[in-house]
């Protein structure tokens, strides 16, 4: 590799950081194009390291700032983290649904037994 795409590798890590793994933007400061990144990703292993290990900074930078949010009283951050941090404590959204199993099999039917039966007026 060479010491000019070895910089540009280094420069785009530091980018990375600095945009909170927001590729688009830390590719335009590069200077590199979105596919050149990718194929570093690709060809790589330690870029792809560093590049992940930023992700985890991201995440933890976020989650930083939503520990904030809940501290300052927000009710929004404070549901969020339940739904997703709480679920095992039982703090989860639940949908039911209602499945009407009384519908007829019509896997064994023909294709005119079908055509038939759509052209019969509902009974509903």
């Known amino acids: 590799?060479?010491?000019?795409?070895?910089?540009?590798?280094?420069?785009?890590?530091?980018?990375?950081?600095?945009?909170?793994?927001?590729?688009?933007?830390?590719?335009?400061?590069?200077?590199?194009?979105?596919k050149t990144y990718y194929d570093w990703m690709?060809?790589?292993?330690?870029?792809?390291?560093?590049?992940?290990?930023i992700d985890e900074i991201a995440l933890d930078y976020a989650e930083t700032q939503l520990f904030k949010q809940i501290r300052e009283g927000s009710?929004?951050?404070?549901?969020?983290?339940?739904?997703?941090?709480?679920?095992?404590?039982g703090y989860i959204e639940r949908q039911e649904f209602a499945i009407d199993n009384t519908r007829p099999d019509l896997s064994q039917l023909s294709i005119d037994e079908i055509k038939q039966l759509l052209d019969e007026p509902s009974k509903e």
């Open 75 to 89: 009710t929004t951050a404070t549901i969020f983290f339940l739904k997703t941090k709480g679920r095992k404590r």
């Open 1 to 34: 590799m060479s010491q000019a795409t070895q910089q540009k590798k280094t420069k785009m890590i530091e980018a990375m950081c600095n945009c909170l793994g927001v590729v688009s933007d830390a590719c335009k400061i590069v200077g590199i194009s979105r």
């Open 42 to 53: 690709k060809d790589d292993d330690d870029f792809r390291q560093s590049i992940n290990d």
